[in-house]
């Protein structure tokens, strides 16, 4: 007979631990499998969030889509009648707005040859390098703990910069071209680094500071292109630049057909260089120390006012790749106060959506790119308002920056939680005894 153990009976030997496991608690369960263990890592980790947060930014898209359709209002007038006519509606709609989006953001399969049905993809790519290499700067800086929202007084000064080097001078074009983009680099870091170097010495918060020079750097470039001699174009009262020289702007990459550049070339570069910087680099570890803990961090020996300069200083700069992108391959015929396009604050919803993760942030701006270039196309085909595509952005953000909404819609377990174990079985047989 089984059970407990009498006197005079040697007790059962215990089972073997492995050495430095814990011993399971009697009655309950070994611990869970390293296989399920990973499952559980990566369910509940942030890639699977972001793609999650997407999904449900498109199923609620969906429905905002369904309900501001004409012939879905109309079919639903009778819904009792005939359900089936509101479902049909229903699907068509939502099913011909997201092949327009993807007609229009990745390929065209009505036209009649490859090389014109692939242009919505190289659509994408223009309208995603400026937000890539932008959000690169944004995200570096939240990588220090700084919140970098003057993108839009970055892009203006840098594309300034890099304008007024291409329309002044007449060099080869390697070096025309070299020197306007290294123009406005050194635009956006001096506009940022301002930033950085008040936060270090007087401690003045960089999100206030930041808002202001988005005003300062707005105003002063209004007044430059409306000022003879500056930055306006001679015999011209508008307020625009002359038109960029031609050795100065970014060739096309494909071919004429298109309007990709070699720009985003320089943004792959950028991105290589950032992921290189945060994670193989000295100064990249520096980045992140200070970013987790400051206090820390100048225990450790770290200079933390140079730290939020240096950051500062070259989160600038790459956003100012942003801007000579816009000056010399997007308005080589002239900029005027509007050639940042709000790529300055899509800029902060690219970081948050990477994770202020360089390849995440790449994988971002391209989604956000295919977004801006399929929007256009859903607004053409299917007479669906563009606010639809700004609705879609924004959702995408606050799922992204409430992660326990998308667990809970999803039941996707917490991060460092340890998976629910069954309790102990207890069997009539041993409740008896």
Same mark, same amino acid.
């Given at each position: 007979?089984?059970?407990?153990?009498?006197?005079?009976?040697?007790?059962?030997?215990?089972?073997?631990?492995?050495?430095? =496991?814990?011993?399971?608690?009697? %009655?309950?369960?070994?611990?869970?499998?390293?296989?399920?263990?990973?499952? =559980?890592?990566?369910?509940?980790?942030?890639?699977?969030?972001?793609?999650?947060?997407?999904?449900?930014?498109?199923?609620?898209?969906?429905?905002?889509?369904?309900?501001?359709?004409?012939?879905?209002?109309?079919?639903?007038?009778?819904?009792?009648?005939?359900?089936?006519?509101?479902?049909?509606?229903?699907?068509?709609?939502?099913?011909?707005? *997201?092949?327009?989006?993807?007609?229009?953001?990745?390929?065209?399969?009505?036209?009649?040859?490859?090389?014109?049905?692939?242009?919505?993809?190289?659509? !994408?790519?223009?309208?995603?390098?400026?937000?890539?290499?932008?959000?690169?700067?944004?995200?570096?800086?939240?990588?220090?703990?700084?919140?970098?929202?003057? %993108?839009?007084?970055?892009?203006? +000064?840098?594309?300034?910069?890099?304008?007024?080097?291409?329309?002044?001078?007449?060099?080869?074009?390697?070096?025309?071209?070299?020197?306007?983009?290294?123009?406005?680099?050194?635009?956006?870091?001096?506009?940022?680094?301002?930033?950085?170097?008040?936060?270090?010495?007087?401690?003045?918060?960089?999100? &206030?500071?930041?808002?202001?020079?988005?005003?300062?750097?707005?105003?002063? +470039?209004?007044?430059?292109?409306?000022?003879?001699?500056?930055?306006?174009?001679?015999?011209?009262?508008?307020?625009?630049?002359?038109?960029?020289?031609?050795?100065?702007?970014?060739?096309?990459?494909?071919?004429?057909?298109?309007?990709?550049?070699?720009?985003?070339?320089?943004? +792959?570069?950028? !991105?290589?260089?950032?992921?290189?910087?945060?994670?193989?680099?000295?100064?990249?570890?520096?980045?992140?120390?200070?970013?987790?803990?400051?206090?820390?961090?100048?225990?450790?020996?770290?200079?933390?006012?140079?730290? *939020?300069?240096?950051?500062?200083? &070259?989160?600038? #700069?790459?956003?100012? &790749?942003?801007?000579?992108?816009?000056?010399? #391959?997007?308005?080589?015929?002239?900029?005027?106060?509007?050639?940042?396009?709000?790529?300055?604050?899509?800029?902060? !919803?690219?970081?948050?959506?990477?994770?202020?993760?360089?390849?995440?942030?790449?994988?971002?701006?391209?989604?956000?790119?295919?977004?801006?270039?399929?929007?256009? !196309?859903?607004?053409?085909?299917?007479?669906?308002?563009?606010? &639809?595509?700004?609705?879609?952005?924004?959702? +995408?953000?606050?799922?992204?920056?409430?992660?326990?909404?998308?667990?809970?819609?999803?039941?996707?377990?917490?991060?460092?939680?340890?998976?629910? =174990?069954?309790?102990?079985?207890?069997?009539?047989?041993?409740?008896?005894?």
């Amino acid at each position: 007979m089984t059970g407990t153990p009498t006197a005079g009976q040697p007790a059962a030997p215990a089972q073997p631990v492995e050495p430095g =496991r814990p011993a399971p608690a009697p %009655g309950h369960d070994e611990e869970p499998s390293r296989w399920n263990q990973v499952v =559980r890592d990566i369910m509940s980790g942030p890639v699977i969030i972001s793609i999650l947060a997407v999904v449900l930014a498109l199923i609620v898209g969906a429905v905002l889509i369904a309900l501001t359709d004409p012939q879905v209002q109309h079919a639903a007038g009778y819904f009792f009648a005939r359900p089936g006519d509101t479902f049909s509606a229903i699907w068509n709609s939502v099913s011909n707005a *997201y092949v327009s989006m993807f007609q229009g953001a990745i390929y065209n399969f009505r036209r009649p040859t490859f090389s014109a049905g692939i242009r919505p993809l190289t659509e !994408t790519l223009n309208f995603a390098t400026p937000l890539i290499v932008s959000g690169l700067g944004v995200a570096l800086a939240f990588r220090v703990g700084l919140f970098n929202i003057g %993108g839009q007084g970055q892009i203006l +000064i840098a594309a300034a910069a890099a304008a007024w080097v291409g329309f002044s001078f007449n060099l080869p074009p390697v070096v025309h071209l070299v020197l306007a983009v290294v123009a406005g680099i050194v635009g956006g870091a001096i506009w940022a680094g301002i930033v950085g170097l008040l936060k270090a010495r007087t401690g003045a918060h960089e999100v &206030i500071v930041t808002i202001m020079l988005n005003y300062i750097a707005f105003y002063l +470039i209004s007044y430059l292109l409306r000022t003879k001699g500056l930055l306006q174009a001679p015999g011209s009262n508008n307020p625009k630049a002359p038109a960029v020289h031609p050795n100065a702007v970014f060739p096309p990459l494909f071919g004429d057909q298109y309007n990709l550049t070699w720009a985003f070339v320089v943004v +792959i570069a950028a !991105t290589v260089f950032v992921w290189w910087l945060i994670d193989r680099s000295s100064l990249g570890f520096r980045f992140r120390a200070v970013g987790e803990n400051p206090n820390a961090a100048r225990v450790a020996g770290i200079n933390v006012k140079n730290i *939020y300069v240096s950051a500062m200083l &070259i989160a600038g #700069g790459l956003v100012g &790749i942003a801007g000579a992108s816009q000056a010399l #391959g997007v308005f080589p015929q002239g900029i005027s106060s509007g050639v940042d396009a709000g790529i300055g604050f899509d800029a902060i !919803t690219v970081a948050l959506l990477g994770r202020s993760r360089p390849w995440g942030v790449f994988i971002a701006g391209l989604l956000f790119g295919a977004l801006k270039a399929g929007g256009y !196309t859903i607004q053409a085909a299917n007479d669906i308002p563009i606010d &639809i595509v700004l609705i879609l952005q924004s959702l +995408i953000v606050l799922f992204v920056a409430a992660p326990p909404l998308v667990r809970a819609i999803f039941r996707l377990p917490t991060p460092g939680s340890a998976p629910r =174990r069954q309790g102990p079985i207890v069997t009539k047989e041993v409740e008896a005894k």
